[in-house]
Nanobody, 120 residues
Framework: QVQLVESGGGLVQAGGSLRLSCAAS????????MGWYRQAPGKQRELVAV???????GYADSVKGRFTISRDNAKNTVYVQMNSLKPEDTAIYYC??????????????WGQGTQVTVSS
């Protein structure tokens, strides 16, 4: 069984920063791409940032220059550093990873979500 567990959400004022973490655990053989999505009330879930297993990154236009995604492969953990936060960044943030388990099955896994609220 593979699990993704997120941490680091909370309430912050506009212009502030937060760092989210997401650790994968369980019967893991290897992890491909990892990413962060978010879903605001009444909106569809959107991709915020992604990082490949070689460290290449991609960002939504709305967060470029403000968010930085990184990963620690030894810890099976992905992070997103969020700076200059805006009220429109308020959402539930979900981590996502494509993981090979020890039975060599490739599946996409999701974290439980963590709330980020940015006050104006």
């Amino acid at each position: 069984q593979v699990q993704l567990v997120e941490s680091g959400g909370g309430l912050v004022q506009a212009g502030g920063s937060l760092r989210l973490s997401c650790a994968a655990s369980g019967s893991i053989l290897g992890i491909n791409a990892m990413g962060w999505y978010r879903q605001a009330p009444g909106k569809q879930r959107e991709l915020v940032a992604v990082i490949t297993n070689s460290g290449r990154t991609g960002y939504a236009d709305s967060v470029k220059g403000r968010f930085t995604i990184s990963r620690d492969n030894a810890k099976n953990t992905v992070y997103v550093q969020m700076n200059s936060l805006k009220p429109e960044d308020t959402a539930i943030y979900y981590c996502n990873a494509d993981i090979f388990d020890r039975n060599m099955r490739l599946n996409t896994y999701w974290g439980q979500g963590t709330q980020v609220t940015v006050s104006s």
